[in-house]
């Protein structure tokens, strides 16, 4: 067993991650149906105003760092990248394992920040979250995140060099567009997390230290934190979106006839121009910190403009779905059609809240809220999803029930729409976020609301039945590449390159009863 825990093998390793992925879901959905059950009532609350605030603070951080990137990127990315380029492991698998094993200290910090209560948002915004507002879980929660982002460091270096060898050793292959989005992502991370950790590092210091990089009274900003947290923070947005880009044109492109719409260097460029745009945009997220006009209207524009390569990429989705009518039936087909509608309506929205004007409305309204967990509640984690149902047969060697993915599918939809949506309807009436209390003209939309988390906490739970169910009882199959049980085994030979676009797993071994 110590030798299986202590493995270099990049699927193994891609399955610690899983494991602290799952802890991290399960942990958040729990702490997000604790929100939800506050709201049942506009003024005799589950828990008081101070826990409240514990409770969301720790509801994002679990969900950003503890679930959606161990899973989609760590996991599925150490799991996918050396299959789909034709290696037997990442390049620096040392290098990968101390980035998994990182993600054990970094959970316990975690879960004692819980315990020291760190009401201060997983935006850290100075003065509240000084020393003269907060106790020891704040400090214990910036310990979390500076291994946490170590981790994914490391994890970058090795995605990038791995990548970059393989691109270079042979340039005339049409690699996955999975691959491009993992090399994008982990660009993406290596620009963006030294500058968190500078920030939070400075932070400790005004904290523990008596320095004022923060502290007006000292000569200090509290708005340079939020410049430095958000240049981190809006390329995050994309960290935890890109690989669900590249799952879904991969799926797309894997189950069609057509070719995308603008081509396969169209949805590559178009990642690119993502990774470009969303990099010089963190300020639209502080427009109420009084920006001058022409600030607030260039990172206005350049947040408008982001709209053109998402559009490009949801028409390429929509075009190359239209030559696979054939498979309408299929449950993955169901999942990316509701994956391209809920990342709309995100978008959309986002759209909205890039003029400085209505975000000056909206700000720090429910209507935030529903926006941007229409693009990570459901977009990111919809991924996970789709990548579940995908490769879960060529993982494991074992078929799924297509009539419980089925139901799934119509549970999620019914909860996630019922859960965000009316939420929308909350911020335009002025409803502010991050308090528990509110009028009581307000609660049957908030009643709305937590009935939908109810039905998307039962979503969850019903996927990880689906699972199980089809480990305990479902059909044997044989993977792709060669193996029925490819966590377990490890693959010693390189997979031949003629595999490594065109890679359409075991889908069609659905079971029917």
Same mark, same amino acid.
């Given at each position: ?51 409240? &605030? ?172 939020? $410049? ?21 044109? $991969? ?33 639209? $997220? ?10 607030? #209207? ?72 529903? $926006? ?28 799924? &029930? ?8 119509? #549970? ?24 528990? #209390? ?76």
């Amino acid at each position: 067993m110590l030798t299986w825990l202590l493995t270099l093998d990049h699927k193994r390793i891609g399955l610690i991650y899983m494991i602290v992925g799952v802890w991290g879901g399960f942990l958040g959905l729990s702490l997000s149906f604790l929100i939800r059950v506050n709201y049942l009532d506009p003024y005799y609350n589950v828990v008081s105003p101070e826990v409240y &605030n514990y409770v969301i603070t720790s509801h994002g951080i679990a969900m950003i760092f503890f679930f959606l990137m161990p899973v989609l990127i760590g996991g599925f990315g150490n799991y996918l990248l050396p299959l789909l380029l034709g290696l037997p492991d990442l390049n620096l698998p040392r290098l990968n394992a101390l980035s998994a094993w990182l993600m054990i200290p970094s959970a316990v910090c975690f879960g004692l920040s819980m315990f020291g209560g760190s009401g201060v948002g997983w935006t850290f915004y100075p003065p509240l979250s000084s020393s003269d507002y907060s106790g020891w879980g704040v400090d214990f929660l910036m310990f979390s995140l500076h291994l946490a982002g170590l981790s994914s460091l490391f994890g970058s270096l090795n995605f990038i060099c791995t990548i970059m060898s393989a691109m270079s050793n042979d340039t005339s292959e049409r690699y996955s567009i999975v691959v491009w989005a993992y090399l994008f992502t982990s660009i993406l991370l290596l620009l963006s997390l030294p500058v968190l950790a500078a920030g939070i590092t400075m932070l400790l210091f005004d904290r523990s230290f008596s320095s004022s990089f923060f502290d007006p009274l000292g000569g200090g900003d509290p708005v340079l934190f939020q $410049h430095m947290f958000w240049f981190f923070g809006h390329p995050e947005v994309y960290v935890l979106i890109l690989p669900g880009f590249g799952i879904v044109s $991969h799926i797309c492109s894997t189950l069609t006839n057509n070719d995308s719409l603008f081509g396969y260097g169209g949805l590559v460029l178009a990642m690119f121009s993502i990774v470009c745009l969303g990099s010089v945009v963190w300020a639209h $997220h502080m427009f109420m910190v009084g920006l001058d006009v022409k600030t607030a #209207v260039f990172f206005s524009s350049v947040t408008m403009v982001i709209g053109v390569p998402t559009g490009i990429k949801v028409f390429s989705w929509l075009y190359m779905l239209a030559g696979s009518r054939g498979r309408f039936w299929d449950p993955i087909m169901w999942w990316i059609l509701g994956f391209i509608v809920l990342f709309t309506i995100g978008g959309v929205t986002g759209i909205v809240l890039s003029s400085s004007i209505m975000d000056t409305l909206l700000h720090d309204t429910w209507f935030v809220i529903a $926006h941007f967990h229409y693009v990570l509640s459901l977009g990111s984690y919809m991924s996970v999803v789709i990548s579940m149902i995908w490769w879960w047969p060529v993982i494991v060697g074992y078929s799924l &029930n297509k009539y419980l993915l089925m139901a799934h599918w119509g #549970v999620s939809m019914v909860g996630f729409n019922l859960c965000f949506f009316p939420m929308h309807f909350l911020g335009f009436q002025g409803l502010p976020r991050r308090v528990c #209390v509110y009028e009581p003209c307000f609660q049957w939309l908030n009643t709305m609301a937590s009935l939908g988390g109810l039905l998307s906490v039962f979503s969850g739970f019903m996927l990880a039945f689906i699972l199980w169910e089809s480990l305990s009882v479902g059909n044997r199959v044989i993977g792709l590449w060669g193996s029925n049980a490819l966590v377990l085994n490890v693959v010693t030979s390189p997979v031949p390159h003629h595999c490594s676009y065109m890679s359409e797993p075991v889908t069609w071994f659905y079971r029917w009863y």
